[in-house]
């Protein structure tokens, strides 16, 4: 016997011909488990209509409304964010087409390495005189310059991993809303 039918009948509650009602009383009279089923279904739905609404908690809707116009101003910066993105990616990939078919690209490329070989033979010339000169002073000169350099370099490290801790740690402010 064919169960789903009348299980649906049951459950989704359709507008039922008179043909289609005398069929279901029947089957109810006849199959427990389908009667079964109604009983519980009609017994749940009076439960449903006796249930004590809930009232929402103080400021809920101020809540909810703060987090419905914070959730779209997110989409709308997202959205920003996006449009921005492709312009560049556009704008970005005309200039290189025009680059590279008006010949200037491998100018550029050309300039780039002139320029980054300039700079690496001039920082090797700076600390070569750097090296020379710290050679020629007493012991405690260049120790000194060591201890300040290496003092330096922890402070720049020490502020760095306090500033990520710091913005792992940011609470949330008072008119911020979670959105997780």
């Known amino acids: 016997m064919n169960h789903k039918q009348f299980e649906s009948w049951i459950l989704d509650e359709p507008k039922l011909s008179d043909s289609q009602k005398m069929v279901l009383q029947g089957h109810l009279a006849a199959c427990p488990k ?44 997202r959205r920003q964010r996006i449009s921005i993105l492709i312009a560049l990616l556009a704008v970005f990939a005309l200039s290189l087409t025009y680059m590279v078919a008006s010949g200037s690209f491998l100018h550029m490329l050309a300039d780039i390495f002139s320029s980054a070989t300039s700079l690496v033979i001039g920082l090797t010339k700076g600390l070569s005189s750097i090296g ?47 959105t997780d």
């Open 132 to 178: 020379y000169w710290l050679n020629h002073q007493s012991f405690v000169i260049p120790l000194t310059i060591g201890f300040i350099f290496f003092g330096l370099i922890n402070a720049f490290i020490l502020v760095g991993l306090f500033t990520v801790w710091n913005i792992k740690q940011r609470k949330l402010q008072t008119d911020e809303i979670k």
């Open 34 to 77: 389908c009667k079964q089923l109604d009983t519980g279904w009609q017994a749940s739905k009076e439960l449903m209509k006796q249930a004590a609404t809930k009232a929402p908690e103080p400021g809920f809707s101020m809540r909810w409304q703060a987090f419905a116009e914070k959730k779209c101003q997110m989409k709308i910066v």
